[in-house]
């Protein structure tokens, strides 16, 4: 048999990936592409060639969201994030997009190779790895599977060793914090090391059930047992059978559903509304709750059996106020996440990392998320290493420069006379004002790029104003 040239052997790799593969040229315009691509706008190869293979017309014409490989040729590195596609029948599909720069002899970037696949490929690829990895543990590894709790603090350690240890087991675990600190992923932590983690967890909010809902969602009924019931529903706690059933904020429950759940937890049955059938089940139940449950069972809010029930093994999930060893791990966590998501490339400066660990968290992990994707967001895209944090107290005051320029032993410092503006209005004042900090900016700094970086601003806002304000160059 003849062997096939080079050519004809890239070609058949390049059709046999499974997900869209395509080489572009600096000007976004196709310069090949496999069938995978194709089908991704749902029409022919002659039809793609005609309407698709421009990325920028694409994105002109709305087909596209947004043209990836611009912001690869601009910045010269790879860029990865979501980009949403209208096809020719009309229908839209998220793909998630790695795209890398090739570059010519002088450096520049002279094609873009890129890669496009859906969600569920992208799941699918990561499950068979996952599952493959898994069996390898049980078979060779101490089993440590999908470790998604960040910390370094003592108090967390002990924390996720004593999980760990029970997490086997089918004791029913309490879990208690505040909000914030991270009781749901503790609660996925111990179902991914127990023998259900093959089965999805089932994680209900107890707060967000109505009380009148509360036995038709966690019992389920039968078709016709009450008006409106047009067919079976199977409730929360059977959908649960042979897997984890996570009830947070476990405080919500109305008393008369406390009382059945603990009947449920001794018989380990239920009965569906309009049957007499019981229905074995098989469960293991976290619970989570960000109050005082002994309180609560003094007031007569909560039942002192179910509470017992509840707390065969129990864990206090400290804020992060106090393990501040862990904010430092969880921000750089964070922040891979995020600029992962967004496709930027960024960093924060040590004084961040303090800035942050001085900060108490009122909010707890959810707060310092939010915190790390806000500050991410509002900064300047051409800003690699980012110097201010956006935290709840700053009430909206203007940030100090996120450039690398601005870590410059430099201040920018305006000393303003309001006597010599006697008679001007507020608007008068500011203009006159934001005049002189741009002056002792470009003074201090020497160029307007170092001048819109020091004050957080971009080049174009800076020759707006030097122009408004009629300011030399």
Known sequence: MKERNEEELLKLIFENLGVGI?????????VLCN?????MYRCSRNEY??????????????????????LVVE????????NQIVGADGTSQLYYYQNKPIFDENGQVKYVLGMAQTREQIESSFHDSVSSLENFNRTYLVPELKPKVIYESKQMKEIVQHLQRVSNTNANVLLFGETGVGKDVMANFIHDHSAYRDNTMVTVNCAAIPPNLFEA????????????????????????????LFLDEIDSMPLEQQ???????????????GSNQPIQTNFRLIAATNKNLMQMVNEGKFRIDLYYRLNIVSATIPPLRQRKEDIRPLVKYFLEQICTSYGLQKEFSEKVYQQMENYDWPGNIRELRNTVERTVICSERSAKVLNYVYLATDNNIEPESNDTESQESKEVSVRYDFGEQKGASLKEQMSNYEKQIIEEALKTYGSPTKAAAALGVSLSSISR???QYHIEK
């Open 49 to 70: 060639e005609k309407h698709y293979s421009d990325g920028h017309a694409a994105r002109e014409s709305g087909i596209v969201r947004h043209c990836i490989s611009d």
């Open 465 to 467: 104003k030097m122009s």
């Open 217 to 244: 969602e966690f019992f389920g009924y039968e078709k016709g047992s009450f008006t409106g019931a047009n067919k079976m529903h199977i409730g929360l706690i059977e959908s649960a059978n042979n897997s984890t």
């Open 22 to 30: 395509f080489l572009l040229d600096a000007n976004s315009k196709t």
């Open 35 to 39: 069938e995978e691509t194709v089908k």
């Open 75 to 82: 910045q010269k590195r790879e860029v990865s994030g979501w």
């Open 259 to 273: 009382g059945k759940l603990l009947q449920v937890l001794e018989t380990k049955s239920i009965r569906r509304i």
